[in-house]
């Protein structure tokens, strides 16, 4: 049974930061491009940043390009997300999710992502 479960969301205060993990299971992580997606309040689901299967190419919403940092772990099946200089509009709850196919052919479309975990929310406070 596939299993995502993100960790790591709390209170942060404007200019602060947090780290999330996405830890997974169920699956072959290895061979899946893993993704990061918020929403926020009263948004739709939005892409943030993904990550190819074997870490080579990683991907950023402009929104967050040079602020956040996507890697991965396939020892220990782990996506991670660093956030640094938050802002109050980073605030929502951020799910990571798993692609369908080995190489997605957008890495920022849901569409391409089958397996989502349960989010994590992130407050940041100004």
């Known amino acids: 049974q596939v299993s995502l479960v993100e960790s790591g969301g709390g209170l942060v205060q404007d200019g602060g930061s947090l780290r999330l993990s996405c830890a997974a299971s169920?699956?072959?992580?290895?061979?899946?491009?893993m993704g990061w997606f918020r929403q926020r309040p009263g948004k739709e689901r939005e892409f943030v940043a993904a990550?190819?299967?074997?870490?080579?190419?990683?991907y950023y919403a402009d929104s967050v390009k040079g602020r956040f940092t996507i890697s991965r772990d396939n020892a220990k099946n782990t996506v991670y997300l660093q956030m640094n200089n938050l802002e109050p509009e980073d605030t929502a709850v951020y799910y990571c999710?798993?692609?369908?196919?080995?190489?997605?052919?957008?890495?920022?479309?849901?569409?391409?992502?089958?397996?989502w975990g349960q989010g994590t929310q992130v407050t940041v406070s100004s």
């Open positions: 999710a798993a692609s369908i196919a080995r190489i997605p052919a957008d890495y920022s479309e849901s569409g391409y992502y089958n397996s």
């Open positions: 169920g699956f072959t992580f290895s061979s899946k491009a």
């Open positions: 990550v190819s299967w074997g870490a080579l190419r990683t």
